[in-house]
Protein backbone atom coordinates (compact mmCIF):
# COMPACT_ATOMS: atom_id res chain seq x y z
CA UNK A 1 0.00 0.00 0.00
CA UNK A 2 1.19 3.74 -0.87
CA UNK A 3 1.50 6.39 1.98
CA UNK A 4 0.82 9.93 0.70
CA UNK A 5 2.52 12.92 2.30
CA UNK A 6 1.56 16.59 0.85
CA UNK A 7 3.58 19.44 1.76
CA UNK A 8 3.62 23.34 0.34
CA UNK A 9 0.86 24.64 1.51
CA UNK A 10 0.91 28.21 3.04
CA UNK A 11 -0.80 31.96 3.65
CA UNK A 12 -0.60 33.62 0.25
CA UNK A 13 -2.21 36.73 -1.15
CA UNK A 14 -4.82 36.72 -4.46
CA UNK A 15 -2.74 36.57 -7.18
CA UNK A 16 0.07 35.06 -5.60
CA UNK A 17 0.95 31.32 -7.04
CA UNK A 18 2.05 27.97 -4.53
CA UNK A 19 3.11 24.88 -5.90
CA UNK A 20 2.32 21.88 -3.83
CA UNK A 21 4.14 18.77 -3.51
CA UNK A 22 2.78 15.06 -2.52
CA UNK A 23 5.48 12.04 -2.13
CA UNK A 24 4.43 8.89 -2.22
CA UNK A 25 6.25 5.97 -0.34
CA UNK A 26 5.44 2.01 0.25
CA UNK A 27 3.93 1.16 -2.95
CA UNK A 28 5.05 1.20 -6.90
CA UNK A 29 4.24 4.86 -7.49
CA UNK A 30 3.55 4.59 -11.41
CA UNK A 31 0.95 2.16 -11.10
CA UNK A 32 -1.25 4.76 -9.69
CA UNK A 33 -3.81 7.28 -11.12
CA UNK A 34 -2.95 10.66 -8.70
CA UNK A 35 -5.42 13.55 -8.42
CA UNK A 36 -5.81 16.65 -5.97
CA UNK A 37 -9.02 17.08 -3.97
CA UNK A 38 -9.76 20.09 -2.04
CA UNK A 39 -12.23 20.65 0.77
CA UNK A 40 -13.06 23.98 2.60
CA UNK A 41 -14.96 24.64 5.61
CA UNK A 42 -18.46 23.15 6.00
CA UNK A 43 -18.20 21.92 2.02
CA UNK A 44 -17.96 18.32 0.51
CA UNK A 45 -14.69 17.28 -0.78
CA UNK A 46 -14.26 18.64 -4.19
CA UNK A 47 -11.96 17.43 -6.97
CA UNK A 48 -9.06 19.44 -8.21
CA UNK A 49 -7.11 17.57 -10.89
CA UNK A 50 -6.34 14.32 -12.05
CA UNK A 51 -3.44 12.95 -13.91
CA UNK A 52 -2.69 9.50 -15.80
CA UNK A 53 0.01 6.91 -14.86
CA UNK A 54 2.74 8.37 -16.98
CA UNK A 55 1.63 11.93 -17.26
CA UNK A 56 0.21 11.89 -20.49
CA UNK A 57 -3.18 12.54 -19.42
CA UNK A 58 -4.46 15.21 -17.19
CA UNK A 59 -8.02 16.36 -16.34
CA UNK A 60 -9.14 19.82 -14.14
CA UNK A 61 -12.23 21.37 -12.61
CA UNK A 62 -13.59 24.09 -14.52
CA UNK A 63 -12.94 26.14 -11.38
CA UNK A 64 -8.91 25.94 -11.88
CA UNK A 65 -8.13 24.79 -15.53
CA UNK A 66 -6.01 27.25 -16.60
CA UNK A 67 -4.82 28.31 -13.75
CA UNK A 68 -3.82 25.29 -11.75
CA UNK A 69 -0.96 22.45 -13.76
CA UNK A 70 -0.51 18.61 -11.73
CA UNK A 71 2.55 16.99 -12.87
CA UNK A 72 4.03 14.17 -11.27
CA UNK A 73 7.93 12.56 -12.01
CA UNK A 74 7.57 8.84 -11.11
CA UNK A 75 11.02 8.67 -10.47
CA UNK A 76 10.95 10.93 -7.80
CA UNK A 77 7.20 9.37 -6.69
CA UNK A 78 6.14 12.58 -6.70
CA UNK A 79 3.03 14.57 -7.85
CA UNK A 80 2.95 18.43 -7.72
CA UNK A 81 0.16 20.82 -8.34
CA UNK A 82 1.00 24.14 -9.28
CA UNK A 83 -1.47 27.09 -8.67
CA UNK A 84 -1.16 30.54 -9.82
CA UNK A 85 -3.39 33.13 -9.94
CA UNK A 86 -4.83 31.96 -6.50
CA UNK A 87 -8.16 33.62 -5.48
CA UNK A 88 -9.86 33.27 -1.93
CA UNK A 89 -12.72 30.82 -2.69
CA UNK A 90 -9.17 28.53 -3.25
CA UNK A 91 -8.84 28.47 0.55
CA UNK A 92 -9.19 24.89 1.64
CA UNK A 93 -7.28 21.81 2.56
CA UNK A 94 -5.44 20.34 -0.43
CA UNK A 95 -5.51 16.18 -0.42
CA UNK A 96 -3.88 14.30 -3.16
CA UNK A 97 -5.20 10.68 -3.53
CA UNK A 98 -3.72 7.83 -5.82
CA UNK A 99 -5.80 4.93 -7.19
CA UNK A 100 -4.92 2.06 -8.94
CA UNK A 101 -8.53 1.49 -11.25
CA UNK A 102 -5.76 2.82 -14.28
CA UNK A 103 -8.06 4.87 -15.19
CA UNK A 104 -8.63 8.73 -14.36
CA UNK A 105 -11.82 9.70 -12.05
CA UNK A 106 -12.94 12.72 -10.42
CA UNK A 107 -15.16 11.01 -7.99
CA UNK A 108 -13.74 10.72 -4.16
CA UNK A 109 -14.52 7.50 -3.77
CA UNK A 110 -12.26 6.25 -6.90
CA UNK A 111 -9.34 6.78 -5.04
CA UNK A 112 -8.27 4.33 -2.13
CA UNK A 113 -5.26 6.21 -0.54
CA UNK A 114 -4.87 9.31 0.61
CA UNK A 115 -2.60 11.69 2.64
CA UNK A 116 -3.21 13.99 5.53
CA UNK A 117 -4.12 17.05 3.62
CA UNK A 118 -2.11 20.42 3.40
CA UNK A 119 -3.62 24.33 4.62
CA UNK A 120 -3.97 26.69 1.53
CA UNK A 121 -5.46 29.88 2.56
CA UNK A 122 -5.40 32.86 0.39
CA UNK A 123 -6.09 36.44 1.42
CA UNK A 124 -8.42 39.05 -0.17
Known amino acids: QVQLVESGGGLVQAGASLRLSCVASGGIFSSYVMAWFRQAPGKEREFVAAISLAGGSTYYADSVKGRFAISRDNAKNTVYLQMNSLKPEDTAVYYC?????????????????WGQGTQVTVSS
Open 97 to 113: AGTQIGFISRAPDRYAY
